[in-house]
């Protein structure tokens, strides 16, 4: 009703209103010169328009591109400024000249690292033809083979360099072994499998599972059996490096995962409405403007009408939702209850047979070679993958059937789906590494009283923990060549060729679906975060195997799929992308922190044979520090200081929780009263149009 | 890129990298997809500077040819009288401001102007809002084109009404400017889908 009292005639009083006036001259906006009412712009008066006040108060601050002007109207204005800028002082336009000439420089700066970028022309061409959602998770693995690179050349500055320098008699410079002290004999004995079997095959187990030729190679943690490298002038603390190279990749990692993703959970966090269900974000700004070519626009003309139709069902059913009646609602939620049991029991089966079958490979792994079949072989010891594997591949199915039940609204089955699904992938590899810490820790069923740790099957527990990472992405790379070979590209010939197939049809094309791609890129580099301590190389090989796999998923994604009608957010995609690897992060560096501290590090072989623990280097660290320092040190890792601090941050977390809410409360009163407002501004204008209308009438 | 014998002077170049967002590449590289839409013995420079493009030759461009906005978007960039031509000055304020680099002030402001400039010509509905009229042309082009693409009336009435609840602050049933550019400043999909590169 209101909108409709608005025919012409209040419509001039509306623009002639201050406010309107002064929105239309705001410093960045111009009224469009299109309004044929011309109460503003003509391309004639665009020429006086500059004059104005508050606009030419701004000029000489306000960088001209920034004015929503064509071209001509923009260089008048520049014309405007420049003669402006002469009467200024010469200071003022020295300070004028070189903002301009440093902003210039970091352009071309900008400009140039951009040129740098690795991938950019493949990405944007994947962008173009698949749209936004697609082409994130290709910046996320760029943005995972960078941070694997920067990780091992981290790794390499602090522990491969001296040890290369030392070794190929480079620099003049010499390994230092300190002999051990107080260590019982037995625990210092390494034995080195000798290489007197020649089977043929027994080179390629040793590659594939890092055992043989590989175990003493700068591939494993036993390799650096070094205490310190003497160098001219000082000596370089071999175990320390090792251990600060650990933590600062982890905790480079983390601020930069941190970084990354804080643009995502500002727009998240500042928005009190359901984030993934804007309407205004879908219409705004749903369509990709960088669609080329015909089939993509039609697909996603439908995905936005899929995903439209979609949310505006989910709200009807929302609204069902809230009129359940409390019977229903007692009822569901007990339905709920026993199916979040059986997802429990489901989780809790595959983390059972993960044990079972890890114990089982170790048993038999020691056996000797020659007594076994070549295929049995390898089947033992990637036993670990293969149920793990197995299991990833199972229980999405399992999940998916569960959910159906539990009558959610759609975009909530989804989501819970897929965290359940990275949950799970993800803690099987922790299943896995507690699996093998329990077996190092446990001599015949009880504790290991002599070393610490089980000596007899494993000497260098930390090498054989290493190789096991090892195995899991050898095996994790060979899947995804191997689905991508053996299953996408048949799918694809078969769908190309012998289409008139019922199956077939049924079937269809390949969709590449990017919740299941991504969560297998973060257990690849979950897998490299746990193994990088164990395995030192095991960062670089991560970068070689992404590389590989972009060029992969690149090939696969043009030649052998469709795009699916269910289009990602680009928005979502971060924020998703960015979760799941932080959750991957704290899942590795739990067993990395237990297994750093709570289990005594070997001493046959690796840095670390001198300490109780591998952490403990630091503590001997502290106490080679000056009085005051230790004093510090010891001050601020104390109890005394730990637990006021974590108060303290407990109040300022609570204090702006609290300044959120109540500036959310000051935002609704003030929206509240910007409608009051609103309606007395229309209803007084109607009262005067009216009033003109009758005087017009009694004088006509 | 002198290929088809016509470059852009030096000085020129500079200032359209201070007028506009694009760096230098870019402008060369518009200029010579510019120049391929111009008839083969009209291309020299001075030629391609004056010239004026008809909006069906524009549309032949793949970064438009699939763009339902295309339109609204040559309608709202072009400076001549009748506004259905455009110069290369206007394209490359085009390019600009569908660029990497330029600011979400200027992509929002341009936005609502596309957004709020009707199909239908030469009335362009313009009291400077979107109201519900406007909103609905603008579902029906991001749905399809076709009869059998596009949302129920009772679907579309819902649709509009979230709309209009999210984004609508003074409750007037329209979305002004202001309106527009805060609620795409909360959009965290704007940046990365307003985005034409050549």
């Known amino acids: ?700 | 890129m002198g290929g088809s014998g016509s470059r852009l002077s030096k000085e020129l170049l500079v200032e359209y990298q201070d007028l506009t967002f694009l760096t230098k590449q870019e402008i060369l590289l518009a200029h010579k997809r510019f120049c391929e839409l111009l008839p083969p013995d009209h291309r020299s420079t001075e030629e391609s500077l004056q010239a004026r493009v008809s909006f069906q030759q524009i549309f032949s461009l793949p970064e438009l040819k699939a763009n339902p906005f295309k339109e609204r978007i040559c309608r709202v960039f072009s400076t001549s009288p009748a506004r259905d031509n455009l110069s290369f000055e206007d394209f490359l304020d085009l390019l600009s401001v569908f660029s990497d680099t330029a600011t979400p002030d200027i992509k929002s402001h341009y936005a609502f102007r596309i957004f709020a400039s009707g199909i239908c010509p030469p009335d362009f509905d313009d009291d400077g809002t979107l109201n519900r009229g406007d909103l609905s042309q603008l579902v029906n082009s991001l749905t399809g084109e076709g009869e059998d693409t596009q949302l129920s009336a009772s679907e579309m009435k819902q649709l509009i009404d979230n709309i209009l609840e999210e984004s609508d602050i003074d409750r007037d049933g329209t979305i002004n400017l202001s309106e527009f550019q805060h609620v795409i400043s909360r959009s965290p999909d704007f940046a990365s889908s307003f985005k034409i590169v050549l």
């Open chain 1, 1 to 700: 009703m209101d909108s409709i009292g608005l025919c012409s005639p209040p419509v001039n009083f509306l623009q002639e209103l201050p406010s309107y006036q002064s929105t239309a001259r705001r410093r960045t906006a111009v009224p469009g010169r299109e309004k044929p009412s011309g109460t503003l712009l003509k391309p004639t008066d665009s020429y006086r328009f500059p004059l104005q006040a508050d606009i030419t108060e701004n000029l000489t601050n306000q960088s001209i591109r920034k004015y929503a002007l064509n071209i001509s109207d923009k260089r008048r204005l520049r014309d405007i400024q420049e003669t402006q800028m002469k009467y200024l002082s010469e200071w003022d336009q020295w300070k004028q000249y070189s903002s301009k000439s440093w902003k210039r420089f970091r352009e071309k700066a900008h400009e140039f690292a951009t040129h740098l970028e690795l991938w950019r022309g493949d990405i944007r061409s994947i962008e173009g033809k698949f749209g936004t959602g697609i082409r994130s998770y290709f910046s996320f693995l760029r943005f995972l083979v960078l941070l694997n690179l920067v990780m091992f050349l981290i790794i390499f500055m602090l522990v491969l360099l001296p040890v290369l320098l030392t070794k190929y008699k480079i620099t003049n410079s010499s390994f230092m072994f300190i002999p051990a002290k107080d260590i019982n004999i037995q625990c210092t004995v390494y034995p080195i499998s000798s290489s007197g079997l020649v089977y043929f095959y027994s080179y390629i187990i040793d590659l594939l599972s890092g055992t043989g030729f590989l175990e003493d190679t700068s591939l494993f943690y036993g390799h650096y059996t070094i205490d310190g490298v003497k160098f001219q002038n000082f000596t370089y603390d071999l175990p320390l490096a090792y251990l600060v190279s650990t933590i600062a990749y982890l905790a480079l990692s983390l601020l930069w995962i941190v970084k990354r993703s804080v643009e995502g959970f500002k727009v998240n966090l500042i928005r009190s409405e359901d984030y993934f269900q804007s309407y205004c974000n879908k219409i705004f700004a749903g369509w990709d403007f960088c669609i080329t070519n015909r089939s993509m626009a039609d697909l996603k003309h439908s995905s936005l009408r899929y995903e439209l139709r979609a949310d505006l069902e989910e709200e009807r059913i929302r609204q069902k939702i809230a009129e359940r009646t409390s019977e229903e609602t007692i009822r569901i939620y007990s339905l709920r209850l026993v199916l979040n049991c059986l997802v429990l029991a489901v989780l809790g089966a595959c983390f059972y047979g993960i044990y079972r079958a890890t114990t089982y490979s170790q048993e038999h792994m020691n056996k000797e070679i020659d007594k076994m079949v070549f295929g049995e072989n390898l089947l033992i010891l990637y036993l670990p993958s293969i149920v793990i594997t197995l299991a990833n591949f199972l229980t999405p199915m399992i999940f998916a059937v569960i959910i159906r039940y539990e009558d959610y609204s759609p975009s909530f089955e989804i989501r819970l789906t897929i965290l359940r699904c990275v949950f799970m992938r993800l803690a099987t590899i922790c299943v896995l590494v507690f699996t093998l810490g329990s077996k190092i820790t446990s001599c015949d069923n009880s504790f290991c009283s002599l070393c610490g740790y089980n000596q007899n099957l494993y000497p260098c527990w930390e090498t054989q923990v290493g190789q096991e990472m090892y195995k899991l992405m050898i095996f994790d790379f060979i899947i995804i060549l191997a689905m991508t070979l053996f299953v996408d590209f048949p799918r694809k010939l078969l769908v190309t060729y012998c289409s008139s197939w019922k199956v077939i049809q049924f079937w269809g094309q390949q969709e590449f679906a990017i919740p299941g791609n991504v969560l297998g890129i973060v257990y690849g580099q979950t897998i490299c975060w746990i193994g990088a301590f164990f395995s030192p190389l095991i960062p670089a090989i991560t970068t070689i195997k992404f590389i590989i796999i972009f060029y992969v998923k690149e090939l696969s994604l043009v030649y052998n799929c469709r795009p699916s009608p269910r289009q990602f957010r680009a928005s979502n995609s971060n924020f998703f992308f960015l979760l799941v690897l932080l959750i991957g992060l704290c899942l590795a560096i739990i067993p990395l922190t237990i297994s750093l501290s709570r289990i005594p590090s070997s001493k046959a072989c690796g840095p670390f044979t001198n300490f109780n623990t591998s952490w403990e280097v630091v503590a001997q660290t502290v106490s080679t520090f000056p009085r005051s320092l230790q004093s510090l040190v010891n001050g601020i890792t104390s109890e005394a200081f730990a637990v006021p601090f974590f108060m303290i941050i407990c109040l300022i977390m609570f204090y702006f929780i609290a300044l959120a809410g109540a500036h959310k409360k000051v935002v609704d009163q003030l929206r509240e009263q910007l409608s009051l407002e609103s309606r007395d501004k229309r209803y007084l204008i109607q009262k005067l149009t009216e009033a003109q209308k009758d005087m017009r009438n009694r004088l006509g």
